[in-house]
T-cell receptor, first 113, second 114 residues
Framework: AQSVTQPDIHITVSEGASLELRCNYS??????LFWYVQSPGQGLQLLLK??????LVQGIKGFEAEFKRSQSSFNLRKPSVHWSDAAEYFC???????????FGKGTKLSVKP | DTAVSQTPKYLVTQMGNDKSIKCEQN?????MYWYKQDSKKFLKIMFS???????INETVPNRFSPKSPDKAHLNLHINSLELGDSAVYFC?????????????FGEGSRLTVL
């Protein structure tokens, strides 16, 4: 069955520090992979996506993610975190004919001054 | 212009009542979705419509009934509300059943059942 695991429920980093949010997936075929961000009281906004090609993808707000097929991972990174990055981050996998996205349970990011 | 808009944004009601949430998208997309986000932030698909036709119907109580009058609108009607229905409901759209696209989300409708 398709699934997405985000092992970290809550991460706190200092402003200016680097960030890596982990995501592992289980999918029978080549997955389409996504990272979404949800600010408090808001809907979800797409940060970046991977369909094929270069395994390192760039997204908005300075985020990037790397697809590693051997590890079934799609970790999100940012070299220097800003206070405005505090939010909930969701990894998702899709690609079925019905077009559904399956989400991980999210990682809450807190940023210390 | 808001791409995917939901109304109302907040809804507080008593158990047993019937309520509706409306969703409209102006992106010209063919496919629309309803997702439920529970108190632990877990997002789960409920329904999906492609060009007014139901294509995904997850295990959802039949008290929940989606209606798509046209491909720009997908409404969610809930009968006999229960405490466990309290959640944030997100509408989303995509250009076609998601094989290579992304979902565009509305801002959510927070339903509180007392």
């Amino acid at each position: 069955a398709q699934s997405v695991t985000q092992p970290d429920i809550h991460i706190t980093v200092s402003e200016g520090a680097s960030l890596e949010l982990r995501c592992n997936y289980s999918y029978g075929a080549t997955p389409y992979l996504f990272w979404y961000v949800q600010s408090p009281g808001q809907g979800l906004q797409l940060l970046l996506k991977y369909f094929s090609g270069d395994t390192l993808v760039q997204g908005i707000k300075g985020f990037e993610a790397e697809f590693k097929r051997s590890q079934s991972s799609f970790n999100l990174r940012k070299p220097s975190v800003h206070w405005s990055d505090a939010a909930e981050y969701f990894c998702a996998v899709g690609g079925g004919s019905q077009g559904n996205l399956i989400f991980g349970k999210g990682t809450k990011l807190s940023v210390k001054p | 212009d808001t791409a995917v808009s939901q109304t109302p944004k907040y809804l507080v009601t008593q158990m047993g009542n019937d309520k509706s949430i409306k969703c409209e998208q102006n992106l010209g997309h063919d496919t629309m979705y309803w997702y439920k986000q529970d108190s632990k932030k877990f997002l789960k698909i409920m329904f999906s419509y492609n060009n007014k036709e139901l294509i995904i119907n997850e295990t959802v109580p039949n008290r929940f009934s989606p209606k798509s009058p046209d491909k720009a609108h997908l409404n969610l009607h809930i009968n006999s509300l229960e405490l466990g229905d309290s959640a944030v409901y997100f509408c989303a759209s995509s250009p076609r059943p998601l094989e290579s696209g992304e979902l565009f989300f509305g801002e959510g409708s927070r339903l509180t059942v007392l």
